[in-house]
């Protein structure tokens, strides 16, 4: 194949991928009439190179081709020409496949240059300029789209912080939170903080706190023991189906894959444990669903609550989860760019632009708000949904391409072996009720998308898993309220878990690395699946806009 028209440049049968369909797609498009004028100017300069160096090899024929070379790109060979389109065949590429189709161009075009007989056929240090120019112009297009993402998600961020911040202020107007340093006797309580030498002990007086608005507590109060019971039972039935799956597995092990005598009277077991999972899991969604028409926020005192519930436990309770939350959306508002992003100051390497973003984001989210948005999916998702990000755009197709990345990125951060050392068996105490809903959770229900909050997104919550230290966690949980409106229950009972945990770890784990993925659970082939189907959308929403 010898035309640039020929390059397909995605597997599969679909017609986004015909080769005129891709040359006319806003995507491989020049980016502007500056780039335009510039492009021709330097075609023409290769052009004239070209001819030049043609004439001085030897057997130079008059309609010689233009210099190709094939390119295989995710299992599929494509030829590449370098000619006046090689400018829309690597924006093509590109939106295809991403950055590692232009480091794959890269790549053969090296071998080309090098192997015999193509090398001595064409000029090919010519070519190489004219291939490196091309290639940066993509590249500073490309980053010229994330810190345009970057600079969305930045005012994105920091509407929701706003809303969150108006929502826990309600809420602590609407219960009526006092404050005292006096129990319910009128006695102190102090307890001790270590120093960060964990050499010095101090004391503080504890804070107690009181819900002076009756009605709401009234309501709490006669649905939150029903739901601590459930939330109970619920892990029950799930401990009983993991030892009971073991307990078969290991048998069958032990038979050599025969079913061996207990293997049908724990199958019928399974089965009714499976019925009561979702018996109770409705029952439960019907009640967090009516605490959440009370506030919002009432859900995140769930784990913390312990049978038999009192009023003085769920006082208590609310106010230490909504005191971490006061005042802090605020101060995170005040720490983010007001103009500009950190992003469009990134220097060409031979990083694609998303690894660049990534490495710094990951490197400096910690201590740095600066860098939060790039590292939520959440708020990169809702620039699409609210068509900030047009799926008819380049920037659409990075968009798509760095959130792939991302989520493989936050995956590899989950799994370093400092991490899992530390956890250690610490995370079977903290099973959250994410984890337990997971058990046979009604597809569409409130408790689906609790069970699903930690693959949809709490805001921020990625980054839990670049924040090494223990005692900037806490600033992490209070990061996360930025997602958390009236309408998200779900994350809300997701935030809850997160808080349990936390004060679960705190005495035992001063400095420890504490990432949310392992408060949560450990997700096998998660991360693979959700990076496959979040390029099946791309591809399927790149496919229907170029139907006519």
Request: net charge negative; charged share 25%.
């Amino acid at each position: 194949m010898e035309e640039a028209d020929g390059i397909e440049i995605v597997p599969g049968p679909s017609r986004f991928f015909d080769d005129g369909a891709l040359m006319s797609s806003p995507e491989a498009a020049p980016p502007s009439v500056g780039d335009s004028i510039a492009w021709v100017r330097r075609v023409a300069v290769y052009e004239a190179a070209l001819a030049k160096e043609y004439r001085l090899i030897r057997m130079s024929l008059p309609d010689r081709p233009r210099p190709h070379h094939p390119v295989t790109v995710d299992g599929r060979t494509v030829d590449l020409v370098y000619d006046a389109t090689l400018d829309r065949q690597l924006h093509g590429l590109y939106v295809g496949h991403g950055w590692p189709a232009i480091l794959a161009v890269q790549a053969a075009l090296e071998r080309a240059a090098t192997s015999y007989p193509s090398r001595k056929l064409h000029p090919w240090k010519v070519v190489k300029d004219f291939a490196e120019y091309a290639i940066t112009a993509l590249w500073t297009r490309v980053r010229a789209a994330l810190a345009q993402l970057d600079r969305m998600a930045t005012d994105e961020l920091a509407l929701q912080l706003n809303l969150s911040a108006n929502l826990v202020n309600e809420t602590w107007q609407l219960l009526g939170v006092t404050t005292s340093d006096k129990d319910e006797h009128g006695q102190e309580h102090r307890t001790p903080n270590m120093t960060a030498s964990l050499d010095t002990v101090t004391w503080t007086k504890k804070t107690f706190y009181r819900l002076t608005e009756p009605k709401p507590l009234q309501s709490i109060m006669e649905l939150m023991p029903r739901a601590v019971e459930m939330r109970r039972r619920l892990g029950e039935i799930k401990q009983s189906l993991v030892a009971i799956s073991d307990t078969i597995e290991w048998g069958r092990q032990e038979a050599s894959g025969a079913n061996f005598p207990g293997d049908v009277s724990m199958k019928l077991s399974l089965q009714q444990l499976l019925a009561e999972a979702d018996r109770v899991t409705a029952e439960l969604e019907g009640v967090l669903t009516r605490i959440h028409k009370v506030t919002p926020l009432a859900i995140l005192v769930l784990p913390f609550l312990q049978e038999p519930v009192t009023q003085l436990a769920v006082e208590q309770s609310v106010g230490e989860v909504l005191i971490q939350f006061l005042g802090e959306a605020e101060r995170i508002v005040k720490g983010l760019p007001q103009e500009g992003s950190w992003v469009a100051r990134m220097t060409q390497d031979e990083r694609s632009p998303e690894t660049q973003v990534l490495d710094l984001a990951v490197t400096g989210a910690i201590g740095d708000v600066r860098f939060l948005s790039m590292l939520s999916e959440r708020t990169l998702d809702r620039l699409v949904e609210a068509d900030a990000v047009p799926k008819d755009s380049f920037e659409y197709a990075v968009w798509a391409h760095y959130k792939r990345q991302l989520i493989i990125r936050l995956a590899i951060e989950n799994k370093k072996a400092e991490f899992w050392q530390s956890i250690g068996s610490f995370l079977v105490k903290a099973a959250t009720l994410v984890t337990l809903l997971l058990v046979r959770a009604p597809v569409g229900s409130f408790a689906a998308r609790v069970a699903t909050a930690l693959n949809v997104g709490m805001m921020l919550f990625q980054c839990f898993t670049v924040a090494h230290q223990l005692a900037q966690l806490d600033q992490q949980l209070a990061q996360a309220m930025a997602e958390v409106d009236r309408r998200s229950a779900a994350e809300i009972a997701h935030v809850a878990e997160l808080l349990a945990s936390r004060r679960d770890f705190e005495p035992q784990l001063e400095r420890a690395i504490v990432t949310e993925i392992g408060l949560i659970v450990v997700a096998g082939a998660w991360p693979q699946f959700r990076e496959m189907m979040h390029m099946r959308g791309y591809y399927f929403d790149l496919q229907t806009l170029l139907e006519p």
